[in-house]
């Protein structure tokens, strides 16, 4: 079983939609939880982090955590072209290591 | 966030060529450097954990003697890929973990090719 699970996608949405991208962990003793974004070619960049069970929002986009269900997922709000990117779901265990999923690709379109 | 470089951004060498990656942290001082590699289509993978003034730690199945790393300074950290080889072509990524939060800024990345 991998340690970080995500759908590797294509994940397709039209522009102004809501785009949905979700993860699943198996370390329950993980204590932080990030999303990056990465351009195909680049370097990854942080989106959004969360710590807490709940609800995290930061402009267009929340994160949404639930540690019970080991499961944590991003929404988009009013998808735009520009979104269309992989997204990496990670997540920290012992020693602050990343551990990253495989990442969804995220396709915006008009 | 931190804000992180990397140089060079991309390099093509012999087989057999040793090459040196730098990373630096430039606007606060890092204990602390990690170093990713990734393949294509592949996702980060962690090589090794560069610790400032020690050892660096290096993740199972990472030879210590062909991914040399000095962390010599609070804000520099390099890789050395000793003898590279075509299967060591890689996209190779530093990160500076941020003040007191496990969160990792990623410095834009060296992409090597060995031909």
């Known amino acids: 079983q991998k340690e970080v699970e995500q759908n590797s996608g294509p994940l397709s949405v039209p522009e102004g939609a809501i785009a949905s991208l979700n993860c699943t962990y198996s370390?329950?003793?993980?204590?932080?939880f990030f999303w990056y974004r990465q351009y195909s070619g680049k370097s990854p960049e942080l989106i959004m982090f969360?710590?807490?069970?709940g609800d995290k929002e930061d402009g267009r986009f929340t994160a949404q955590l639930n540690k019970a269900s080991q499961y944590v997922s991003l929404l988009i709000r009013d998808s735009q072209p520009s979104d269309s990117a992989t997204y990496l779901c990670a997540v920290t265990g012992t020693a602050s290591k990343l551990t990253f999923g495989t990442g969804t690709r995220l396709q915006v379109t008009l | 966030g931190a804000v992180v470089s990397q140089h060079p951004s991309r390099v093509i060498c012999k087989s057999g060529t040793s090459v040196k990656i730098e990373c630096r942290s430039l606007d606060f001082q890092a204990t602390t450097m990690f170093w990713y590699r990734q393949f294509p289509k592949q996702s980060l993978m962690l090589m090794a954990t560069s610790n400032e003034g020690s050892k660096a730690t290096y993740e199972q199945g990472v030879e210590k003697d062909k991914f040399l790393i000095n962390h010599a300074s609070l804000t520099l950290s390099t890789l050395t890929v000793a003898s590279a080889h075509p299967e060591d072509s890689s996209f190779y990524i530093c990160?500076?973990?941020?003040?007191?939060?496990?969160?990792?800024?990623f410095g834009p990345g060296t992409r090597l090719t060995v031909l």
């Open positions: 990160s500076v973990g941020g003040h007191d939060t496990d969160t990792q800024y």
């Open positions: 370390d329950r003793g993980s204590q932080s």
């Open positions: 969360i710590y807490s069970n």
